[in-house]
């Protein structure tokens, strides 16, 4: 009878657990929650009035200028610690670019209703995408989703979209299909997670097979050579930029890495 009691127990914990993990996603989103993270990250320096996006003034010359880029993601790619602008939006100020951000916190790639990645890009209205780009989420690797593995075809009926490479492959093969545009995926700079270190190594699997631009800020050394004083400044937490944190840091990376992706494939025309 013990050993029963102490096994539901660790069931009950388990369930507990995994709920709280999908719960605290979409609490920064949602109702009061949402109020006082805004209220607590609105204080943040980094957030300061002086990172606000009407402060950025467009850039001459870029190749992006009056280009349509499409932005699938959740948290991150929101800006849930940043007053809801993100690296998106500084981007798009700053290139000249056209912006659809598609973003919901607390959302995998992992297909599981109608909030998750797949199920919201089947949803985006454009008829014309210049470049589609996508996060590789952090909340498949939070909540421990099934990783799968990289499949010889290349048809969008053949891939598992319960498996995170499923679901990548059937994102890129879709945006492919749909907008016949260039496809990149952006990871997120080092942070303490195994499972997401899987994940970035799972999609350079996938660059491997597709030929996806892969910006790679996990890996990249220098870029997440920062010190203590500009990470306190930069990261909400973690994970979750500040304003200036992808206005100073992510914004001038990526945007750089985009504008070498899409002229390389623009050449192979």
């Known amino acids: 009878m013990k050993r029963k009691k102490i096994l539901m127990i660790i069931g009950i914990l388990s369930v507990v657990t995994a709920g709280w993990y999908a719960f605290c996603g979409y609490a920064w989103s949602w109702g009061p929650f949402a109020k006082l993270h805004n209220i607590k990250t609105a204080r943040h320096p980094g957030n300061n009035k002086e990172y606000n996006l009407e402060k950025v003034d467009e850039k001459k010359g870029s190749i992006l200028r009056g280009k349509k880029i499409a932005f699938l993601g959740s948290?991150?790619?929101?800006?849930?610690?940043?007053?809801?602008?993100s690296f998106v939006d500084y981007i798009g100020k700053q290139s000249g670019?056209?912006?659809?951000?598609e973003a919901v916190s607390g959302t995998t790639l992992v297909d599981e209703g109608k909030d998750s990645y797949i199920a919201r890009l089947e949803n985006i209205n454009e008829d014309k995408?210049?470049?589609?780009?996508?996060?590789?989420?952090?909340n498949d690797a939070t909540q421990k989703k099934t990783l799968g593995t990289v499949g010889t075809s290349m048809e969008l009926e053949d891939f598992d979209t319960h498996t995170v490479a499923g679901a990548m492959e059937y994102i890129i093969a879709y945006a492919k299909a749909r907008?016949?545009?260039p496809v990149m995926f952006y990871t997120n700079p080092?942070?303490?997670s195994e499972e997401y270190g899987t994940m970035v190594k799972l999609l350079k699997e996938i660059r491997q097979k597709w030929g996806i631009g892969v910006f790679d800020m996990w890996n990249d050394e220098s870029f997440n050579q920062i010190s203590e004083e500009e990470r306190d400044l930069y990261m909400a937490d973690?994970?979750?930029?500040?304003?200036?944190?992808?206005l100073e840091w992510w914004s001038p990376y990526m945007e750089n890495e985009i504008e070498m992706y899409y002229e390389s494939k623009q050449e192979e025309l």
């Open 75 to 85: 948290s991150v790619t929101y800006g849930a610690s940043s007053q809801g602008i």
């Open 97 to 101: 670019s056209e912006v659809v951000k």
């Open 129 to 138: 995408i210049d470049l589609f780009i996508c996060q590789l989420s952090t």
């Open 179 to 181: 907008w016949d545009c």
């Open 190 to 192: 080092r942070y303490d």
């Open 238 to 246: 973690s994970i979750h930029p500040t304003k200036a944190g992808y």
